[in-house]
């Protein structure tokens, strides 16, 4: 009703003109002065319109033009659809723009594609999985994008209950797990996720299982073949009796080391396990390792012991007795007759660090980032010759790992190996009084 009554009133008003018009003036002067009145009102209102469409096609949205009567309710109704709509546009671009921000912070993959299967949009996560170009690549089919056969058959067939486990196009080490996910009007989302450590993690799992079995597998054989011989022995010599029991008890003490290590893993591993600081009197640890090396290698070796302070460590003396002594072992153990072995404890590149060099054969540089996964060997023959159990720099890793420490691996053929444990500024430990010189033995 507010807005009838400005035209009602306007042709009211002229009505009641052209009604005195016609008393004092006669009815054909009236009936122009009424055309006349309409034609006007017509005239104006058809105006407004032009003015109207003339505004919504190229005018200014943030002035609305001016007008009276009941076209300027019409603007200003209208100026006020334009506020709400440019504050709903504006909220929805704020939310857009957010979940813009959070898909491309998102380290999963993220590929919008319409009902034809062409790319709408993708985030910075799969241009790194599936190397999209956000130039060349929007509205092109994906199937021309990533050309694998699993590919295309994942998705023309439309069942997508089940990720698929894939290469990446562009990063033949990637490996990835990608789902298409359907919504709104046949439209899809492919998510990618990187999974090659996980991958890893789980082929390291299975050679595990298949390493464990192997290692113990061995040792079983050879002392249940020497038991089926007792048993079919009606009678044996006792220096035969004696021989075999000797190699039966190398075989048990071989799976007696084994499962002490996986045992060892298996605690280091344990989140239950919580690392107890306490400080551990490093010199009174590392003069304990260089006997421990003195008595393994019998005089073969040629081994010093360099101490350039008396530092020590926050730390679990157990643990790093063990993993410090794995050092010290594979060094007498792998270093020739009449070889070199040099143990030092000081400073290097701002970190305490416990070294132990050998003149040994040294490890070719492909084996070195490998050396400390388990039963990883460089000479598997070798390994268990000289009675390693291929867990030993496993459990230096993990030692070390709990104590924010790092194992640094220095090596060429023919030139030895360098194992250096550098432990950072916070374990240390100073004490009120350093040896001014350095301990050599």
């Given at each position: 009703?507010?807005?009838?009554?400005?035209?009602?009133?306007?042709?009211?008003?002229?009505?009641?003109?052209?009604?005195?018009?016609?008393?004092?003036w006669?009815?054909?002067?009236a009936?122009?002065?009424?055309?006349?009145?309409?034609?006007?009102?017509?005239?104006?209102?058809?105006?407004?319109?032009?003015?109207?469409v003339?505004?919504?096609?190229?005018?200014?949205?943030s002035?609305?033009?001016?007008?009276?009567?009941?076209?300027?309710?019409?603007?200003?109704?209208?100026?006020r659809?334009?506020?709400?709509?440019k504050?709903?546009?504006?909220?929805?671009?704020?939310?857009?723009?957010?979940?813009?921000?959070?898909?491309?912070?998102?380290?999963?993959?993220?590929v919008?594609?319409n009902?034809?299967?062409?790319?709408?949009?993708?985030?910075p996560?799969?241009?790194r999985?599936?190397?999209?170009?956000?130039?060349?690549?929007?509205?092109?089919?994906i199937?021309?994008?990533?050309?694998?056969?699993?590919?295309?058959?994942?998705?023309?067939?439309h069942?997508?209950?089940?990720?698929?486990?894939?290469?990446?196009?562009?990063?033949?080490?990637l490996?990835?797990?990608?789902?298409?996910?359907?919504?709104?009007?046949?439209?899809?989302?492919?998510?990618?996720?990187?999974?090659?450590?996980?991958?890893?993690v789980?082929?390291?799992?299975?050679?595990?299982?298949?390493?464990?079995?192997?290692?113990?597998?061995?040792?079983l054989?050879?002392?249940?073949?020497?038991?089926?011989?007792?048993?079919?022995?009606?009678?044996?010599n006792?220096?035969?009796?004696?021989?075999?029991?000797?190699?039966?008890?190398?075989?048990?003490?071989?799976?007696?080391?084994?499962?002490?290590?996986?045992?060892?893993?298996?605690?280091?591993?344990?989140?239950?396990?919580?690392?107890?600081?306490?400080?551990?009197?490093?010199?009174?640890?590392?003069?304990?390792?260089?006997?421990?090396?003195?008595?393994?290698?019998?005089?073969?070796?040629?081994?010093?012991?360099?101490?350039?302070?008396?530092?020590?460590?926050?730390?679990?003396?157990?643990?790093?007795?063990?993993?410090?002594?794995?050092?010290?072992?594979n060094?007498v153990?792998?270093?020739?007759?009449?070889?070199?072995?040099?143990?030092?404890?000081?400073?290097?590149?701002?970190?305490?660090?416990?070294?132990?060099?050998?003149?040994?054969?040294g490890?070719?540089?492909?084996?070195?980032?490998?050396?400390?996964?388990?039963?990883?060997?460089?000479?598997?023959?070798?390994?268990?010759?000289?009675?390693?159990?291929?867990?030993?720099?496993?459990?230096?890793?993990?030692?070390?790992?709990?104590?924010?420490?790092?194992?640094?691996?220095?090596?060429k053929?023919?030139?030895?190996?360098?194992?250096?444990?550098?432990?950072?500024?916070?374990?240390?430990?100073?004490?009120?009084?350093?040896?001014?010189?350095?301990?050599?033995?």
């Amino acid at each position: 009703m507010d807005f009838w009554w400005r035209p009602v009133l306007a042709l009211s008003a002229l009505l009641f003109v052209t009604l005195v018009a016609a008393l004092f003036w006669g009815g054909l002067l009236a009936l122009w002065l009424l055309v006349a009145g309409l034609l006007a009102y017509i005239g104006y209102n058809l105006r407004q319109m032009a003015v109207l469409v003339a505004w919504l096609a190229h005018g200014d949205r943030s002035r609305i033009p001016t007008a009276s009567g009941a076209w300027d309710d019409i603007f200003y109704g209208l100026d006020r659809m334009l506020r709400r709509q440019k504050r709903s546009t504006a909220k929805i671009s704020a939310v857009l723009e957010r979940f813009e921000h959070a898909a491309q912070a998102i380290p999963d993959g993220i590929v919008m594609l319409n009902g034809n299967d062409q790319i709408d949009w993708f985030n910075p996560a799969a241009t790194r999985h599936f190397g999209l170009d956000d130039n060349a690549d929007r509205g092109q089919f994906i199937g021309y994008l990533i050309r694998q056969v699993a590919f295309a058959d994942y998705l023309t067939s439309h069942n997508y209950s089940e990720p698929l486990v894939m290469k990446s196009p562009t990063h033949k080490e990637l490996t990835l797990s990608v789902q298409m996910v359907p919504f709104g009007d046949k439209q899809k989302m492919l998510i990618s996720r990187d999974v090659t450590q996980l991958e890893l993690v789980e082929a390291m799992r299975r050679d595990f299982v298949a390493n464990v079995s192997h290692e113990l597998r061995t040792p079983l054989t050879v002392v249940g073949g020497f038991l089926e011989t007792f048993l079919d022995m009606p009678s044996i010599n006792q220096v035969d009796f004696h021989k075999y029991c000797d190699l039966m008890q190398q075989q048990t003490e071989r799976m007696r080391r084994l499962i002490d290590d996986l045992l060892a893993l298996s605690r280091l591993e344990s989140a239950q396990n919580k690392l107890l600081d306490a400080p551990v009197d490093m010199t009174a640890l590392i003069q304990s390792l260089y006997q421990d090396a003195q008595s393994l290698s019998a005089g073969r070796h040629q081994i010093t012991l360099t101490l350039e302070n008396a530092d020590n460590i926050m730390g679990n003396v157990d643990e790093l007795s063990s993993a410090l002594g794995n050092l010290v072992s594979n060094a007498v153990r792998y270093t020739p007759v009449d070889g070199v072995i040099d143990l030092h404890w000081g400073w290097h590149n701002r970190q305490l660090c416990f070294s132990v060099r050998d003149s040994g054969e040294g490890i070719d540089a492909h084996h070195i980032p490998r050396l400390t996964e388990r039963f990883y060997r460089v000479d598997r023959g070798r390994s268990r010759e000289t009675g390693g159990t291929g867990l030993g720099l496993a459990i230096v890793k993990h030692v070390l790992t709990r104590h924010q420490a790092r194992l640094v691996i220095e090596s060429k053929v023919g030139h030895g190996s360098c194992f250096r444990a550098c432990f950072p500024k916070t374990r240390v430990v100073k004490i009120a009084v350093a040896p001014t010189s350095p301990l050599i033995h």
